[in-house]
Nanobody
Framework: QLQLVESGGGLVQPGGSLRLSCVAS????????IAWFRQAPGKEREGVSC????????YYADSVKGRFIISRDNAKNTVLLQMNSLKPEDTAVYSC??????????????????WGQGTQVTVSS
């Protein structure tokens, strides 16, 4: 059974960088489409980025394009989210999620069956 564990969150100043990791166990992660979601206090959970299981295509929310990069490290059974030029509005709990389905809209949570526990990212001066 697939299990996901996120790490790498923390406190960073505006303009700084963090790298989040999503480490899988119980199955080979490259079989799954992986997405990162985030939820800030008082806000709905939103899709941040996604990487396809089929061709490796990547997708980003408009709010993070040009600042965040999603990638796979198959040797480590891990998906990474490099976050640069962080802004206070990026503050949220970030979770990774995995799907075995052919996804029509990666920003919709119901396509994803496996979720990690989340890691807190706080951007503040």
């Amino acid at each position: 059974q697939l299990q996901l564990v996120e790490s790498g969150g923390g406190l960073v100043q505006p303009g700084g960088s963090l790298r989040l990791s999503c480490v899988a166990s119980g199955d080979t992660l490259h079989y799954y489409t992986i997405a990162w979601f985030r939820q800030a206090p008082g806000k709905e959970r939103e899709g941040v980025s996604c990487i396809s299981s089929t061709d490796g295509s990547t997708y980003y929310a408009d709010s993070v394009k040009g600042r965040f990069i999603i990638s796979r490290d198959n040797a480590k059974n891990t998906v990474l989210l490099q976050m640069n030029s962080l802004k206070p509005e990026d503050t949220a709990v970030y979770s990774c999620a995995a799907s075995t389905y052919t996804i029509r809209d990666w920003t919709l949570e119901f396509w994803f069956d496996y979720w990690g526990q989340g890691t807190q990212v706080t951007v503040s001066s």
